[in-house]
């Protein structure tokens, strides 16, 4: 009964950024005063997704960071970068799980972790149609 217990507490602890932050991650893409613009996101973990801002989506989490174009009439496409961090959870595997724990936690993605919101700044493009109105 004893090495049961033991057995499940070190698959518990394997891949602790795995069980307690999951595999994937939501994250927010705003274009600040050009809502509706269509931005692809690419990384070799996510391939290729597409969302209209200001709008969110999850991704599988990856090491690679995630290039972002936006596009709109009118105005010249926006590119940003969603940076890829270190998941500070991904540490206690050191203490508590050992290289199997961490090893799972690289396999899954889940000891990296995405900025949570891009902003992707867009330009209005010279002498294309009426300027908007402006806000009040």
């Known amino acids: 009964m004893k090495k049961l217990a033991v057995a499940a ?20 893409v705003n274009t600040p005063g050009v809502p509706g613009a269509t931005c692809v996101l690419t990384s070799p ?23 972002v174009r936006c596009t709109k009439a009118c105005y010249q496409d926006g590119v940003g970068v969603i940076p890829s961090n270190f998941e500070g959870m991904a540490a206690g595997n050191v203490i508590l799980g050992g ?10 993605g ?7 919101e891009v902003q992707v700044v867009m330009t209005r493009t010279s002498g294309c149609g009426a300027a908007p109105p402006a806000r009040h």
Do not use: H, R, W
């Open 9 to 28: 507490f070190a698959l518990l602890v394997a891949g602790c950024a795995t069980i307690v932050k999951g595999t994937s991650q939501m994250v927010v």
């Open 45 to 67: 973990t996510i391939g290729s997704q597409t969302v209209v801002t200001p709008g969110s989506l999850t991704l599988k989490k990856g090491s690679e960071n995630i290039a």
């Open 99 to 108: 290289v199997i724990g961490l090893g799972v936690d690289a396999a899954t």
């Open 110 to 116: 889940a000891m990296n972790q995405y900025a949570p």
